[in-house]
Every structure is written in structure tokens, then in C-alpha cells.
């Protein structure tokens, strides 16, 4: 008895133990319950008579306007997939496959996506395009009878989510086209083909696989968009849901059941689009090479019409990119005058807009002149804004640590148990919430654990007061899952085998083998996935606008209510200027991330040695000319 007992208590077993209960608990208490909690209210609500009606919600959905909205998403979402396409392959091709001028300064125009987007992207085309933005102010100056209000609705949407999409064309398209073997189209070009002919008919098919994907993505990109209809006032699903969310049975018919129905229909769409991708994927796509696979070099356009309008059509795109990163930091540094008048000026540069604050004078509706104190606020002067970052980092960096912890770990027991089906269950667990949206997990969340009812939560209301930040750590968690575990997963594939045998034969214990063997060699992976999904969700705008609240007000959040009643009887002062500089802000961290994952974190050992002797080089090169400078002035 006693070694029976005492064999409980080994830590291996216990770890093991420990952790089934956790993904069990994590499975079914923030991923299944809380959704199977959603598709009930649909078919629970009741009628005027208190009796339970389950098909109320399906005849409302006909009668009332809430086809509009599936039918806008499904617009939008069609719409998205021909632009994005369109203007994604393009600049793929300008930038990589044919011979432009200028091709590196074009394409860091066109990857400015990847450094702001969600709810500061949108905030920065409003900037320029709003009935007071910058080019509209312009534009009207110059034809008086221009409406004013031109960016807004779809039309508005359409154009900011084309841009603001092309961000895996630039990362996965660019890729695959780098990845061709200019064999191919050196023998198509030998047999006379005209080089738009052998990007038709040798670039383009071996491209199919990863478009094919970029298209699915890009369509449920625009059916699930929340950031840009909320702000250009366009009525979608997701906004939709979070109205509904908001709002109560005094105020409309069972809304929160048409909420739950809502957030079913964009789960069924998701569904069906990646089981269409599965199937094709698995259906396996081969192409035939060379032995010898030489790298791509970049294709001259003959025909100088062409060639003329393929540049001005790359710097057309190229203004498009870049004139919100430029007129917003230019303005970042314009004191509040110059800004409410959109006019640039080195006399109004300013640091205002980020550190310090200065007091506001102004003419009340009585004519007389009153100051605000300190009411003019930079960015990590203002309360709000540094408690929205606050806030937000440490939401953002917890969760984006805890996914990597339980994927990291998980990914291990799946690779110990490779073949069986508990680590099969275990993998398709993980991945259960790419099946969903993130509106309906969020959703899920904010109904099912807004009482205090829920048992193994011990009876606490998560949505009350303080608690919500714990559901948003939650929410981003599992929402970001998936992602870590199949980046994770392909790190370790890297990991020899024969180390683990060598560890194992010397006497280590699986947990000291994991430790000190496995966890170094998929480190810096692992880091790169917790910068990734740290830089998307410090700045989230879908999950923050469902959990919005006084205790749960994330940077999104404070930055989409930055401008509202800006400058109104002296409070609420130089929005816009702090609205461009939290802009600029997001640019330097989303910037500093990207470039330690794929600048500095891309390197092979082989890169840094030259990089390290490269720059031994150059310091001696420095001493050396300084040595001689002090020589040359003592004598």
C-alpha cells in the first residue's frame, strides 16, 4: 500500500495529472461551455406570453433588418477578396518578380501595414480622410461644393480594409514567389514565351496553393471585420453583436438572442471556409523542378508603355500607403492649433503631443476667457492614454506568455505521444477556436460568465468590475492558441531525436530532458510567437470593444475615444494630437517587434558571426582614425 501510494506522488505523474486537468478544464470551461451557453439562447427566449418560443429569433431574423447585415459582411467580405488580390499580387510582383526602380523603398512603403493596424490604421485614414481630415480640408478648399462627408460607409471601408489587408500578401505571396526556380521561367523564355505570358502560365499556377489561402483568409477577414465598419459607420455583424451585447430587453426584442444567432452564422461561414481549405490542402499540390534550384531574378518589362505605367502604377500605390504614416507623423509634432487647422508649420513643432501638458484658454458661450490647467496633454502626460497602455501591455503580455506556456508544454506531450489518440485530441483541442470567430468566443465570454452561477469559476461574476480584465487575459488566450501551437509545433520538428535518446541514456528525467535539452533549442521560436501575439493584441480593437468597460478599457479603446467631444467647454484637449501620437507610438513597438523576430531573430548563427565581425571591423577602423587624428594634432 505504501508503494502504491507513494508512486502518486512522483512529480512526473504528478505533472502529467496537473496538466490533463488543466486542458480539460481549459477545453471545456473557456472554449465549449461558454459557445454551447450561445446557440442555447437562440432557441430559449421567450414570447410576450412568458412561454419559451425556440423558433421566435429564426421568424424575427426574416422579418426584421437583420438579413442586412449577413448580406454587408458577405459584401464586404466578396468585395475584399477582388481587391485585396488585386492590389496584394501586385505589389508582390512589383517589388519581387519584375525589374521596378526603386523596388526597396516601395516595398517598405507597402509592408507600413505591418506596423499599424486594427484600430490605429483606421484612426489614421480618418485622420486624413474624415469630413475634418487633413485631404478633405484640403480637397474642399479647393471645390466648395464637395461633400464633406465622402469617407464613410462602404465605399470607406472597402478602400481602408483593401489597404490594410495586403499584410500575408506581402509576408506569405512574397515568399512563394522567392521561392520559385528561375529555371522554369529561363527555359519558358528560351522557347519564345513573352514574359507576361510566363508569369500566366508558370509563375501564377505555382502560386495557387498559397492564394488559394490568402483568399480565405482574406474572406473571413472581411466577414468578421469589426474596426473599420464601427468607426466609417457600416453596418455589419460584428458591430451588430456588440450593440446587441450592449443592450436590453426594455430597449428591443430578446437581444441578446439575436446576438447568439448572429454569432452562429459567423461561425458556420468560418466552418465551411476552412473545411474547404482543409480538403484542398490535403488534396496536395507537387510541382516539378530542377535537380538545381536557382534563385529568381527579376524579369525587365520590353514593351516601355508598359513599363511606364507599371512604375506610375507602383508609386500610385505607393502614395496610398504612405501618406497616413507620413501626415500622421508630421502632425504628431504640431502644437493643438495647428493641428484643429490642418496646417503644417516648423514654427508649431512641438513634443507636446507626447510628454508634458499645457494649460487652454478659451471663450465660453458668455464671451468671457477661461483657462483649463493643463487640459493641452501629451500622450504619457494624459491619464487616460497611459492607463490605456498600461493596461493593455500587461493584458496583452500575460496572455501572450500564457499561450506560449500551455502550447509549449502541450507540443511536448504531443510529440511523446506521437500516434496516439489522446495527443490527436489534444492538438485538435487547441486549434478548436480557429473554428470560431472572435466575436462569438468574446461573446460567449461576456454572457456566460456575467452571473454568478458558473460553478467551476467559484460562483464569481467574471464580467463585474475588476474581474473582466481576468476574462480579457482569458478570451486573448485561447483566441491566440492556435497560432502559437502551430508555430510552435514546427520548431519542433527541428529538434534531433537523438538528443533526447542521449539525455535519457545518461539518467535524466523527462522534466530535466525538457528543460535543458528541448526548451533552448525551440526558445527562440517560442519568443518570436509571444512578440507576435503580443504586438496584435496590445493594440486589439474586437475583444476590447466586446469587454468594454471602466475596468476594462484597453489602448483601442481609449484610442477610439480619443476624439469624442474633443476640445467641448475646455476638456477632453488636443485628442487628435495625442491620437497621432499614440499612432506613432504603436508604429515604434510594432516596428521594434517585427525587427527583433525577423531582423535580428531571422539570423543564423552564421549572419551573426559576420554581423559581430563586421562591426569589430568597423570599431577598430574608428579607434584607428581617432589614433591618428591625436597623434597628427600632438605634433
Known sequence: MNAKASSWFKPNLLAKTF????????FFGFMLLPCLNTLTQIFTVKNADGVTDPLAVI???????????VWNSLKLALCLVVTVNIVG?????LTEYFDIKGAKILRLGYMTTLIYSGVALVTGYLFLYDSDGILTTWLYEMFPNMDRNWFSGFNAVLFTMTFACTSNHALFLRNAIRGIDYNTVEAARNMGAKPFKVLLRVVFPTLIPTMFSLTVMTFITGLCAMSAPTLLGYDSINPEIVRLAGSSVADEAFPQARAALLSILLAMFTIILLTV????????????????KAKLVKQKITNPVANVFAHIYAYVLFIIYMTPVVMIILFAFQNYPAIRSKTLSLSDF??????GSQDYEFMTNRGKLKTRPDAISGLFANSDTVGGIRLS??????????ACVIVVVAVNYIFKNRGKKRSTVLEYSLLFPWLLPTILICYSYRTFFNSEDVWYVFNTNLYMRDNVRFLIIMAYTVVKLPFALRMIKAAFYAIDEELEDAARNLGASGLFTFLKVKLPIVLPSVLAVFALNFNALFTEYDMSATFHSSYGKTYAMVIQNMCAEEGRDGYNVNASGRRCASTVFIMLVSGLILYLVYGVGARDLADRLALKEKRRKRREKIVARLRGTGEKAAA
Open 19 to 26: 496538466g490533463i486537468a488543466f486542458f480539460v478544464y481549459l
Open 59 to 69: 421568424r424575427f431574423f426574416f422579418a426584421g433588418n437583420m438579413p442586412k447585415y
Open 89 to 93: 499580387v501586385s505589389i508582390v510582383l
Open 277 to 292: 481549405l482543409s480538403n484542398y490542402e490535403r488534396k496536395g499540390h507537387y510541382l516539378s523542378v530542377s535537380k538545381t
Open 350 to 355: 512641438t513634443f507636446i503631443n507626447f510628454f
Open 393 to 402: 501591455f500587461v493584458l496583452s503580455a500575460l496572455a501572450a506568455a500564457l
